[in-house]
């Protein structure tokens, strides 16, 4: 029988902690842990989960796959929902009923923003798990933005004024505050990440749709690689500018989905049934993707995708 080695052209290596890249279908010994571990590529999967209440495009979202808000929408709506993992439940509505809006946060401490009314509305309203309260608005009124972050520490970027916007506003808690636009100004785009490690990709360059994704390092975006398929009105999830989830999106069909790794998009499984604008949220390996048009969807999908690393064992 061939050994490792032989089969590989390399021994088996020992390391203290896994290594940062491994290559599928590498075999190491974690010699902390004590195990013999290997590297592996799961594609990820998509399954049905609970509909919305509500049915509606253009809506926002924050959370995680498992505690996740829905609010806003087209036709313009307040209606915020939670979502248990399995099911939806209505909640008390946003102050401002309006659709193309952004959020971020906790499914227990969100932040709403922006949004066409209409007309387009600089409203900011925060969620404290019960109810939404105003508080300072955005700096430039704008609709079909996106935001990422949290309820106290967020970041706004893109979307239209009645024209494309590349303007991006930080928010600390009380107040949002203008700093360095994406190199692309465009609406209907998706994002993922932080206030200070967020990533942009896709939207519409008034008109044509784009590829373009941009990394955010908490002062400037940088352009990095495209996406594997142009397209707007997508959905994103993900917890930093190295580790994120685009899918869906206008573009035939409205399934696909890519991984981003920090460096380059992956295309890997698509959705089951698929939308554009719709509402994402969660992580690399388990989001969330919510509402949508048909004219208007109630569908939720969630992604899941299983460690890359696994321990060897005898069994």
Known sequence: MAD??????????NYTTDPDNPL???????????VLKTFYFDPGSWSTGGDLNTGRRYLAGAGIQTAALAFGGFPTTGATESYNGTSWTELNDLTTSRYGLAGAGTQTAALGFGGFAPPATAVTESWNGTSWTEVNDLNTARYYLIGDGTQTAALAFGGST???TGVTESWNGTSWTEVNDLN???????????QTS????????????TAATESWNGTSWTEVNDLNTIRSELAGAGVDNTSALAFGGAVTPNTFTESWNGTSWTEVN???????????????TAALGFGGPTPVSSATEEWNQGPFTKTITSS
């Open 24 to 34: 599928t279908g590498q075999v190491w010994y974690n010699e902390t842990d004590q």
């Open 162 to 164: 009645g024209s494309v």
């Open 184 to 194: 692309s100004g465009r609406k209907n785009l998706a994002g993922a990440g932080t």
């Open 198 to 209: 967020a990533l942009a990709f896709g939207g519409e360059i008034d008109p044509p749709p």
């Open 4 to 13: 490792y080695k032989t089969i590989k052209g390399t021994k088996i290596q």
């Open 270 to 284: 698509d959705m089951n049934i698929g939308s554009d604008a719709f509402a994402g949220t969660g992580t690399q």
